[in-house]
Nanobody, 121 residues
Framework: VQLQACGGGLVQAGGSLRVSCAASGLIFNNYAMGWFRQAPGKEREFVAR????????YYADSVKDRFVISRDNAKNTVYLQMNSLKPEDTAVYYC???????????????WGQGTLVTVSS
């Protein structure tokens, strides 16, 4: 199983960025997908999750109303659209796959390698 995240980069505060995660080696629409992030010196934290059929989404309070998670099962890809970015959003963003709908990192079976998002002030 591989989860390949991409799309990170440098963006100014208030800007937008979309990160993607392409999955292979698994039956993608059997898995809920999540995004997590880890800022320098901090623990990994939950950002957003989406159900197998994309009918349910859930967000951390810190990103609610700014970030949107979506998925395209035909492309085996999950996306995270990040708007109104803040410097505190700076982190490595990881995608992950789970057989369960959960915000807990321990419930995720597979992880991508991460993509760095840097928001300048």
């Amino acid at each position: 199983v591989q989860l390949q995240a991409c799309g990170g980069g440098l963006v100014q505060a208030g800007g937008s960025l979309r990160v993607s995660c392409a999955a292979s080696g698994l039956i993608f629409n059997n898995y809920a997908m999540g995004w997590f992030r880890q800022a320098p010196g901090k623990e990994r934290e939950f950002v957003a999750r989406i159900s197998w059929s994309a009918d349910r989404t859930y967000y951390a309070d810190s990103v609610k109303d700014r970030f949107v998670i979506s998925r395209d099962n035909a492309k085996n890809t999950v996306y995270l659209q990040m708007n109104s970015l803040k410097p505190e959003d700076t982190a490595v963003y990881y995608c992950a796959a789970s057989r369960w709908i959960s915000s807990g990192s321990g419930r995720y079976d597979y992880w991508g390698q991460g993509t760095l998002v840097t928001v300048s002030s």
